[in-house]
């Protein structure tokens, strides 16, 4: 099998004072599916530009299927595909002509790359409109197309940045079915970034969490979790206060407390057979309880013990209360 | 390699048409962005046809105005000969926006980092979009020498000193597409490619616009002497008026050249700003 492998190496890359990506360095493994997480303005798509030649580097080195991205930068565009977070279709063009000139760029002829196009737009379902213009396609058949665009010239290696952003939970299955797909049947190596926790423990096998240019976490998403601990206790209050009060009555039975607005999160080992304790310290306490679940460990978590913020997507800081007793 | 998928069973859904060579040839490159640009701009006539009418009528009302006080310096020929090629360049002037507009479009669609991120050469990516404005501007040309001849042309060196005239407005569009497209590349703004296309505006007015260069005098005879464009418009109202002059056409052709190379360059600069900004 060909080198599929994505290696960065200390990548930088600044505009002005602003350090967008500072030393961000992995290995990604041919036939791997690699989830790279982080918040909006991360330095998610920053990364991806520098590892498809778009953008080039301030500092540090990367290769893509073997090639340097800026000396070997025609050889990465030939090995990898990219669909980039914001769809690069023209609307004022037909998905069939779009494909086929995508398809010629790579060096197919003119038939070879309507052959191609015609196969493309049945796996993607989009064979009945492939002679309407692409500005009348919705988000998800625009997505989708853009998807196609992608793998025109077979890629060893497909970056995806941010494939499902905006799609609906339908559009959303079909993507990540497709990526799955693809990985499987094909051994094609999958950069995929997202801002979904949900998305990249789905379909990755190995995530990175990048977080304000630099990565923070990385490893397989089970590996991180059992990090952060086994089970949780969620415990939610009728009365805001009444959390304080159950935090000191809880203080010594647990190894960590997060405390996220009316909702105690308690993280001790054998939480489930703590639940009764639990329970009847805070009612001799005198302290009503709302709700009592039993959790998992999530990347939420992850990106809680490695930032110490809660993870939002928008990339909004929410400082959460974390405290080791 | 631990995590290397155990399912993948090679490439068993490899495409018949997969291309061994993975390299489209240069020309082809710019034919085939040529070829879909121009396919973008008929679908979108509303950039074309004002250029077009634009240019039939200044012809119109230059020969209206103008055709009269002409007789005192064109002996023998009409002023419709002399001032059809200057019809042409303005419509070259606003037809090159065109190309500048097709690549403002395509950044702001994202389709233009989609052609970056293929094999296809940055000068091609350049030079297709030029080469559609040289095509759009020839159309255009074309159509103003039919409204010409029912004005009354009749070039000196017959039809084809018609098709030479047209062919050196391909080569000034392709300078001015080039300048547009640099504007564009450097902007990625709309307004602003808009506005720098006019920035070539004084350039066809600092020339021999409607009288023969020998008949100015003082500072708009010194900026038509380095004005590219004089020189460029001497060589097609030569085929009009003159018959085949060689000089004078070698020279036109030589001040393309310079306007070509340099438009040119402008715009692969403007290329490696943009995607050194990514």
């Avoid at chain 1, 890629?155 to 939970?169: A, M, N, S, W």
């Avoid at chain 1, 990175?208 to 086994?230: F, H």
């Avoid at chain 1, 159950?246 to 960590?256: N, Q, T, W």
């Amino acid at each position: 099998m060909s080198n599929r492998e994505i290696i960065a190496s200390n990548l930088v890359k600044r505009y002005g004072d602003f350090t967008a990506v500072n030393g961000v360095s992995f290995k990604v493994q041919s036939g791997e599916v690699f989830g790279f997480l982080g918040p909006n303005g991360a330095g998610k798509s920053t990364t991806v530009n520098m590892l498809t030649t778009l953008g080039i580097p301030t500092d540090g080195t990367a290769t893509v299927g073997g090639y340097d991205v800026i000396k070997n930068a025609g050889d990465v565009r030939r090995v990898a595909g990219v669909a980039l977070q914001e769809i690069g279709l023209d609307p004022i063009m037909k998905s069939m002509e779009l494909l086929t000139i995508q398809g010629q760029t790579f060096g197919m002829s003119r038939k070879q790359a309507r052959q191609r196009a015609e196969e493309l737009l049945e796996l993607v379902k989009l064979s009945e409109f492939k002679d309407r213009r692409v500005g009348n396609y919705s988000g998800g058949m625009r997505r989708r197309l853009d998807l196609a665009l992608a793998l025109v010239h077979e890629p060893e290696i497909l970056f995806l940045d941010e494939p499902t952003t905006g799609l609906d939970p339908a559009s959303r299955r079909d993507v990540w079915q497709e990526v799955r797909r693809l990985n499987r049947s094909r051994g094609m190596t999958i950069f995929l970034t997202t801002q979904y926790l949900e998305e990249a423990d789905e379909l990755a096998d190995r995530i990175a969490i990048i977080d304000r240019g630099e990565i923070v976490a990385e490893g397989k998403p089970a590996d991180l979790k059992a990090e952060v601990g086994g089970e949780a206790i969620n415990v939610t209050f009728h009365d805001i206060d009444d959390v304080e009060s159950a935090k000191s009555e809880l203080h010594g039975m647990v190894d960590r407390i997060q405390v996220d607005r009316q909702t105690l999160r308690l993280y001790l080992s054998n939480a489930a057979a703590s639940v009764p304790k639990v329970v009847q310290k805070l009612q001799s306490a005198g302290i009503e309880l709302e709700t009592l679940t039993l959790t998992q460990p999530t990347l939420d978590d992850v990106f809680l013990k490695v930032t110490g913020q809660r993870y939002d997507a928008d990339g909004e800081t929410i400082e959460a209360e974390l405290h080791a007793v | 390699m631990s995590t290397v998928n155990p399912t993948y069973t090679g490439h068993k859904e490899q495409s018949a048409t997969k291309s061994k060579s993975n390299r489209m040839p240069f020309v082809l490159q710019v034919t085939t962005l040529a070829w879909r640009s121009l396919v973008v701009n008929f679908r979108t006539p509303g950039a074309i046809l004002p250029p077009l009418i634009l240019g039939g009528f200044f012809l119109i009302i230059y020969e209206a105005q103008l055709g009269n006080a002409s007789n005192f310096f064109l002996s023998g020929t009409s002023y419709i000969n002399f001032i059809l090629p200057l019809s042409i360049i303005s419509s070259a002037l606003s037809g090159a926006g065109v190309a500048g507009q097709s690549i403002v479009r395509d950044i702001e669609s994202g389709y233009f980092d989609k052609l970056l991120l293929t094999p296809i050469s940055r000068i091609a990516l350049i030079l297709g979009p030029t080469l559609a404005g040289a095509v759009i501007l020839a159309i255009q040309a074309t159509f103003i020498v039919i409204v010409g001849l029912f004005l009354g042309v009749e070039p000196a060196t017959g039809v084809f000193g018609l098709f030479t005239v047209i062919a050196y407005a391909m080569l000034l569009g392709l300078s001015f597409a080039g300048f547009t497209i640099g504007i564009a590349l450097f902007s990625g703004n709309a307004g602003a490619t808009q506005g720098g296309s006019f920035l070539f505006f004084p350039l066809t007015f600092l020339t021999a616009t409607f009288v023969p260069i020998n008949l100015l005098d003082g500072w708009i005879k010194v900026a038509a002497q380095i004005n590219p464009i004089t020189y460029i418009l001497d060589a097609m109202r030569s085929v009009m008026i003159d018959g085949w002059v060689t000089e004078t056409l070698l020279i036109g052709l030589l001040a393309c050249a310079v306007m070509g190379i340099s438009t040119f360059g402008f715009s692969m600069v403007g290329l490696r700003s943009r995607t050194a900004r990514k």
